[in-house]
């Protein structure tokens, strides 16, 4: 009997497994079939946009063909401007406005000096306003009173409201 009793639940954990089996595959089949079934409605969709943007392109393409003329303007002849006699040139160098470019020459200064040009210069202090020259309170050196003069003194402790 014990026999019997084993192989009757060795067959129900065997078709509980297999059930088991069949719908975890048709779990992950539909999950891929969802997938499937997305990416296609994400590429039909590329698909319509793609359409429609070459057919509007070639629209504005055509449209801006035709917009142009056929004939093209005539070009103005290029005239050339009758050339001006230059003055004969001294071998100086001259610049946009025709003034001379000529290097000055530079003197050589000695290691150690500083030309007054780059020597540093320090701000003279400003003069004191009229309120840095008004003589100040002297300074209080001892203890603080604990009462100012015509008040009296507050409770110690905690300070409540409504009484």
């Known amino acids: 009997m014990t026999r019997l009793l084993l192989a009757l639940a060795g067959v129900v954990l065997l078709a509980v497994t297999a059930l088991a089996a069949v719908w975890l595959l048709g779990q992950l089949l539909t999950g891929l079939g969802l997938f499937i079934v997305g990416a296609a409605g994400v590429l039909g969709r590329l698909l319509w946009f793609l359409l429609i943007t070459g057919?509007?392109?070639?629209?504005?393409?055509?449209?801006?063909?035709?917009?142009?003329?056929?004939?093209?303007?005539?070009?103005r002849p290029f005239k050339a401007r009758p050339a001006s006699p230059r003055p004969a040139s001294d071998g100086?160098?001259?610049?946009?406005?025709?003034?001379?470019?000529?290097?000055?020459?530079?003197?050589?200064?000695?290691?150690?000096?500083?030309?007054?040009?780059?020597?540093?210069?320090?701000?003279?202090?400003?003069?004191?306003?009229?309120?840095?020259?008004?003589?100040?309170?002297?300074?209080?050196?001892?203890?603080?009173?604990?009462?100012?003069?015509?008040?009296?003194?507050?409770?110690?402790?905690?300070?409540?409201?409504?009484?």
């Open 55 to 75: 057919v509007l392109a070639g629209v504005v393409y055509f449209v801006a063909s035709a917009w142009r003329p056929s004939v093209r303007a005539p070009v």
């Open 92 to 163: 100086t160098k001259r610049g946009r406005r025709g003034n001379r470019t000529g290097l000055a020459p530079v003197p050589p200064v000695p290691a150690g000096t500083v030309p007054s040009s780059a020597a540093p210069v320090i701000p003279a202090p400003a003069a004191p306003t009229t309120p840095e020259r008004t003589p100040t309170e002297p300074v209080q050196t001892g203890p603080a009173p604990t009462t100012a003069a015509g008040t009296e003194a507050a409770a110690s402790g905690p300070v409540r409201s409504g009484d």
